[in-house]
């Protein structure tokens, strides 16, 4: 089952290079870096290190799904990562293995119940994590700790899932409709370190973790209430 990599990217050029050139190669039949707006040469940079790149407005769910509708026609297995170099690539064989063994959809990597990197995540976010986690228990009966962005799914189950939050919220977004689609879920224990270099989108500033919060509890609330399609 070919595996296309993708990795949504916005000014990520300190750490990008390091990402693509530790891709298992062996593993995968390409890393898909969506450059969604970058004015600091994180494109070039992954395309010298071997990652075919996309182009994408702005928005990382903009940027998730233009990397999805590009990869290999023949890749039936679509991972997510970010860019910063915070994730793990060696975890990447645990997560794609339940695919691979047909036992299940969709694979999150939880990086709440991994080892976490002392300042790799803010307490704001943990905390958002696991109420989420809660509420998605109480509503729907799915059982989740984190919305981290180190994922797997079947590229015929994200077709299912008709896929439309450009934002932020693309993560909760495939995790809710995942549950209503009945998909076959496994949540993982992932580790995950400090970013590289640069500046996070969401938990860099004040102002952008309190967008990227109010977009994703009103994500929560949409797709939620939303009768599955």
Same mark, same amino acid.
């Given at each position: 089952?070919?595996?296309?990599?993708?990795?949504?990217?916005?000014?990520?050029?300190?750490?990008?290079?390091?990402?693509?050139?530790?891709?298992?190669?062996?593993?995968?039949?390409?890393?898909?870096?969506?450059?969604?707006?970058?004015?600091?040469?994180?494109?070039?940079?992954?395309?010298?290190?071997?990652?075919?790149?996309?182009?994408?407005?702005?928005?990382?769910?903009?940027?998730?799904?233009?990397?999805?509708?590009?990869?290999?026609?023949?890749?039936?297995?679509?991972?997510?990562?970010?860019?910063?170099?915070?994730?793990?690539?060696?975890?990447?064989?645990?997560?794609?293995?339940?695919?691979?063994?047909?036992?299940?959809?969709?694979?999150?990597?939880?990086?709440?119940?991994?080892?976490?990197?002392?300042?790799?995540?803010?307490?704001?976010?943990?905390?958002? !994590?696991?109420?989420?986690?809660?509420?998605?228990?109480?509503?729907?009966?799915?059982?989740?700790?984190?919305?981290?962005?180190?994922?797997?799914?079947?590229?015929?189950?994200?077709?299912?899932?008709?896929?439309?939050?450009?934002?932020?919220?693309?993560?909760?977004?495939?995790?809710?409709?995942?549950?209503?689609?009945?998909?076959?879920?496994?949540?993982?224990?992932?580790?995950?370190?400090?970013?590289? !270099? !640069?500046?996070?989108?969401?938990?860099?500033?004040?102002?952008?973790?309190?967008?990227?919060?109010?977009?994703?509890?009103?994500?929560?609330?949409?797709?939620?209430?939303?009768?599955?399609?």
């Amino acid at each position: 089952m070919p595996v296309s990599i993708i990795i949504p990217a916005l000014n990520e050029a300190e750490s990008i290079g390091h990402v693509v050139r530790s891709m298992p190669w062996h593993l995968i039949a390409e890393c898909i870096v969506v450059d969604n707006g970058s004015t600091d040469g994180t494109a070039a940079i992954a395309a010298f290190e071997g990652a075919r790149i996309v182009t994408s407005p702005r928005g990382y769910g903009a940027a998730c799904l233009a990397g999805s509708n590009a990869a290999l026609p023949a890749s039936d297995i679509l991972v997510y990562m970010d860019g910063d170099g915070s994730d793990i690539l060696d975890d990447l064989p645990r997560l794609i293995a339940p695919i691979q063994r047909n036992e299940a959809d969709f694979v999150i990597g939880s990086r709440i119940r991994g080892t976490r990197e002392p300042g790799s995540m803010l307490p704001s976010q943990v905390f958002a !994590g696991k109420f989420v986690g809660v509420l998605l228990r109480l509503t729907l009966g799915v059982r989740y700790t984190d919305m981290g962005p180190f994922r797997v799914i079947r590229r015929s189950s994200l077709e299912e899932l008709k896929m439309s939050e450009l934002t932020y919220g693309w993560n909760l977004e495939m995790q809710i409709k995942a549950a209503k689609h009945k998909l076959r879920i496994v949540e993982i224990s992932v580790d995950y370190r400090n970013r590289i !270099g !640069g500046t996070s989108k969401v938990s860099g500033n004040l102002s952008a973790s309190l967008q990227a919060a109010i977009r994703i509890f009103e994500v929560l609330l949409r797709v939620t209430s939303a009768r599955s399609s």
